[in-house]
């Protein structure tokens, strides 16, 4: 099945600097790759996706990158905030039936004023 | 964007006692409902598949008669702690598909302690 790596554990940067995160998977018929992102005590909320026909995606301070050939996609986050302050999760899914998602292992972001 | 509400958001519980953890879409229908666990500081781990009107689809690991998911309409979905035990406290979370390549929404989570 699906495996996804991700990478750092934990990011400390400070206000104003660009984060970039990592993930690997290993499923070549993944095809949908989701970031979320979690605050203490709820559940996870989409910032942004991106779908194997796409190599880049932007959404205003949000960006991710998509290599199918290495299987490896990133988040990046420019002029951070403090709101940006919480635990990040990359995903990825394909292929038939019900996708479900399978998650990386999480990046605290911490943003320092 | 689509709504998926749990209920409840927090439950205390005794060890041996079982927990009804609910999952609705409030506005729109869903064939398949997903329910995760997270430990503190951990990802989150898919325990099963739900699908309306069918028997779910349980991850390698899980035990089936220990976490009974009915998905009974096509907005809600159950999960049952049964005979709750100290280690089954967990941050439980659903989600939900409007469409079947569409965007997954997530639930708030329910958090068990069981004492």
């Known amino acids: 099945g699906e495996n996804v790596e991700q990478h750092p554990s934990t990011l400390s940067v400070q206000e104003g600097d660009s984060a970039v995160i990592k993930c690997t998977y290993s499923d070549s018929a993944s095809n949908y790759f989701p970031w979320y992102k979690q605050e203490l005590g709820k559940g996870p909320q989409l910032i942004i996706d991106?779908?194997?026909?796409?190599g880049e995606k932007k959404d205003q301070r949000i960006a991710v990158t998509l290599n199918k050939t290495a299987k490896h996609f990133s988040l990046h986050i420019t002029e951070t905030q403090p709101e940006d302050s919480a635990v990040y999760f990359c995903?990825?899914?394909?292929?038939?039936?019900?996708?479900?998602?399978?998650f990386g292992t999480g990046t605290r972001l911490l943003v320092s004023p | 964007g689509a709504v998926v509400s749990q209920h409840p958001s927090r439950v205390i519980c005794k060890s041996g006692t079982s927990v009804k953890i609910e999952c609705r879409s409030l506005d729109f229908q869903a064939t398949t409902m997903f329910w995760y666990r997270q430990f503190p500081k951990q990802s989150l781990m898919l325990m099963a598949t739900s699908n309306e009107g069918s028997k779910a689809t349980y991850e390698q690991g899980v035990e089936k008669d220990k976490f009974l998911i009915n998905h009974a309409s096509l907005t809600l979905s159950t999960l049952t702690v049964t005979s709750a035990h100290p280690e089954d406290s967990s941050f439980y979370i659903c989600?939900?598909?409007?469409?079947?390549?569409?965007?997954?929404?997530f639930g708030e989570g329910s958090r068990l302690t069981v004492l």
């Open positions: 995903a990825a899914s394909g292929g038939a039936g019900f996708q479900k998602l399978v």
């Open positions: 991106i779908r194997s026909n796409v």
């Open positions: 989600s939900a598909r409007d469409r079947p390549d569409g965007e997954l929404f």
